[in-house]
């Protein structure tokens, strides 16, 4: 892809992005750029420079627009949000498992009404539970509950046993950050991980998603898939979906623990919590960074041109806030009639595939959470929450409860 050269002389200076990676308050450049400059420059952690689009029409037109690609941000030369952490080729994930003829039965695998799943999620809420009264408060909340309560459904779902998830959650804190320049560990993990993942297809007691997968080994219409292709899905199902997972529900228990009227109302009110998580979906700041795309071709975009080979950064957080589309937008509004048009999921091709699933997840582990531990609250005060930085999502390293 060749790129014209830029001749425009009327940029504002660059901004640094991404701006601030504590997840109790939006950075105050985001309402700032909505309103003067919706589709501004600046600077990624790449050192190049992006389009960074923070109105909700602007975003939504950008990730249903297919003149802008996912898949090509992965291309060599194009500029970048950050060194890849995953081969090229594995960017585009869905696509490529739809490419292989293997979306069915992903999709199968995520439906939250899998025979089974609803009352498997509950069970392992309770246990969580269970053990963190045994231990008594303090606990890390995050560390106790939230990833593994995401890693045993993956595992599940996947249908690994259960005492795999350590194995692949030490790779995710690495596989998930953002850097300038390409991080060594991370390709050390996914060889790993690749590697033990491969040897599942071969163990007798997998089954779920990985189990068919491995079926297909011996159908000649599947004779195309290599069994490292097989295990990138496994891989990359764990990694990204225990990621957003346990990432959504930590940043959900910290906006109640921070704004107790909601977790209140919850509470009080569990027939509510399933409208909750969704207002919660729009409000909370999970997605540390912005959703990348690369213009294929020349964009007019609200009143800037975008040029072919120019990345887009769909800002979430900038277009879930947006006044226009969510009028009083910080007010968590659990009757809000269009708290499901929200980003969080992404749009357009790339609509994330397990939003059922996710909503589940948290609902459920909320409404064991305010059930069995009704004062929950934070041990320390918010600003003494530690913020992970350079990471694609926000997230507390620790998140201390008392109940």
């Known amino acids: 892809m060749t790129t014209a050269p830029d001749t425009r002389t009327d940029h504002p200076p660059l901004l640094d992005f991404p701006f601030s990676w504590n997840g109790t308050e939006v950075p105050a450049e985001v309402e700032e750029l909505r309103a003067a400059t919706p589709v501004r420059r ?17 975003c939504a037109q950008v990730l249903k627009d297919d003149r802008f690609s996912l898949k090509d941000t992965s291309a060599p030369g194009v500029p970048r949000q950050y060194a890849l952490t995953i081969p090229p080729e594995v960017v585009n994930n869905m696509g490529n498992i739809t490419g292989a003829g293997l979306r069915r039965a992903v999709l199968k695998a995520l439906n939250p009404k899998s025979p ?8 392992e809420a309770h ?5 963190m009264v045994a231990d008594g408060p303090t606990t890390d909340l995050r560390d106790a509950f939230c990833e593994p309560y995401s890693a045993g459904m993956h595992c599940r779902i996947l249908g690994i046993p259960q005492t795999e998830a ?10 998930f950050m953002n850097s300038p320049c390409p991080i060594t560990g991370a390709k050390i993990n996914w060889d ?3 590697s033990r993942m491969t040897a599942l297809l071969d163990d007798p007691a997998t089954h779920g998603l990985m189990g068919e997968l491995a079926a297909l080994r011996d159908d000649p219409d599947y004779a195309h898939l290599s069994d490292e292709m097989l295990a990138t899905v496994g891989v990359t199902m764990f990694g990204a979906g225990v990621i957003s997972t346990a990432g959504f529900l930590a940043m959900a228990l910290v906006y109640l623990l921070t704004h107790p009227i909601a977790r209140d109302l919850l509470r009080d009110r569990p027939d509510l919590i399933g409208p909750g998580v969704e207002e919660l979906l729009r409000v909370n700041l999970s997605i540390g960074d912005a959703l990348p795309r ?19 950064l769909v800002l979430v957080e900038g277009a879930n806030l947006d006044p226009e589309k969510f009028p009083d937008p910080h007010r968590f509004d659990i009757h809000r009639e269009n708290s499901a048009d929200h980003l969080s999921f992404g749009g357009g091709a790339h609509y994330c595939p397990a939003t059922a699933l996710g909503r589940a ?13 009704p004062d929950l609250a934070l041990a320390v005060p918010p600003g003494q929450l530690v913020w992970r930085t350079g ?8 998140l201390p409860v008392t109940w």
């Open 42 to 58: 600046v600077r990624t952690l790449a050192g190049d420079e992006a389009w960074l689009v923070s109105s909700y029409d602007l």
């Open 361 to 373: 997840h948290a609902r459920i582990a909320l409404e064991v959470l305010l059930d069995r531990l």
């Open 116 to 123: 089974g799943l609803l009352e498997w999620l509950r069970e």
């Open 391 to 398: 990471f694609m999502k926000r997230i507390p390293e620790r």
């Open 192 to 194: 790993r991980d690749i």
């Open 127 to 131: 246990r969580l539970v269970d053990r």
């Open 294 to 312: 690369l213009a294929l071709e020349d964009v007019r975009l609200g009143d800037v041109d975008i040029r072919a080979g120019e990345l887009a």
């Open 166 to 175: 350590p194995a692949f959650l030490r790779s995710l804190d690495i596989a």
